[in-house]
């Protein structure tokens, strides 16, 4: 199960390979926005654009509290290469066009010997001063995933910068028992950590350790629907997490800072409401609540 997740999270990174996501210079408050995808490709089946309205909570004046946004995906492939594109659009009225585009992304994976390679560039539609980068590598026989983040400039410096580096290996045993080893260094900090993951039957035990902080978390699977989960640091801080798996579609968590606070998220479906309570020594008052929706269309 961990090896098949683990798998699953390498796949799902890419990067716009051959085709090309081109932003022209803005003038005034005209902003020039092109996609262009698979030229020299043999073009796959393109999705619908998907309309999805959130509704946030808060005071607005007329229809200010609702979100719309249109998406767009399609699909291509170049030769052995397998291409992934998509943008998202505020489907908004606006003299601004700037404020038009959210983001745009592309991805690109292929399979190279015994490895599945896979890269994906964001670009932030409201910036438009750089593209996150993320490019992955894993090959299920050693078990062994390799992921790099990093961004590449597109004004002014033009230039490719790492952010981030790990390695994830995992070991198994014959009686299904799992060690995972994830080595991180954040280049930008100059900061390195570990995270060791042991999974045996319904227990799961995560150590992070970095130079200044180690922590452990313990995760206890209760029965189908439940989890529980404490853990603390090397600094005193403790916490406790309850999972609780209502269906498929709904969950229901809480999590127990002592004197911080207790959040309370629960997901209904399309719903999702979320309430932060501040702990004040023994009192715990001023509860902050968030309340979403998003509608598909």
């Not at 309205?53 to 808060?58: A, C, E, P, R, S």
């Not at 390799?146 to 952010?163: F, I």
């Not at 790990?166 to 014959?174: F, P, R, S, T």
């Not at 900061?191 to 993951?197: F, I, K, Q, T, Y």
Request: with cysteine; charged share 30%; proline share 3%.
């Amino acid at each position: 199960e961990g090896r098949q997740r683990h798998v699953k999270t390498r796949r799902e990174h890419g990067f716009l390979g051959t085709s090309k996501m081109v932003v022209a210079r803005r003038s005034g408050s005209v902003v020039l926005l092109c996609l262009l995808v698979g030229a020299s490709g043999r073009k796959g089946p393109s999705g619908r654009p998907q309309l999805s309205i959130n509704v946030k909570d808060g005071d607005f004046s007329g229809l200010g509290g609702l979100e719309p946004a249109l998406s767009w995906e399609g699909t291509s492939k170049y030769g052995d290469m397998d291409l992934d594109y998509g943008i998202d659009v505020a489907a908004q009225s606006t003299s601004d066009l700037t404020t038009i585009p959210r983001r745009l992304w592309g991805r690109a994976r292929q399979r190279i010997a015994n490895w599945d390679v896979a890269a994906r560039a964001d670009l932030d539609g409201q910036s438009g001063d750089s593209a996150k980068i993320t490019i992955d590598a894993g090959c299920d026989d050693l078990d062994l995933a390799l992921k790099v983040d990093g961004s590449a400039g597109l004004s002014g410096r033009k230039d490719v910068r790492l952010h981030r580096l790990q390695l994830v290996k995992g070991l198994e045993n014959e009686d299904g028992n799992r060690l995972i080893i994830n080595p991180r260094y954040d280049l930008l900090n100059r900061e390195a950590d570990v995270v060791l993951s042991w999974k045996t039957g319904d227990i799961n035990v995560e150590v992070t350790a970095s130079a200044d902080t180690q922590r452990i978390k313990l995760s206890k699977k209760i029965d189908e629907d439940n989890w529980v989960s404490p853990s603390v640091d090397s600094k005193g801080d403790v916490m406790l997490e309850w999972d609780h798996k209502i269906d498929d579609q709904s969950s229901f968590t809480t999590s127990i800072r002592p004197q911080e606070a207790i959040d309370v998220k629960w997901k209904d479906k399309e719903w999702t409401a979320s309430v932060n309570m501040p702990i004040d020594g023994q009192d715990v008052s001023g509860a902050n609540v968030h309340i979403a929706r998003e509608v598909k269309f």
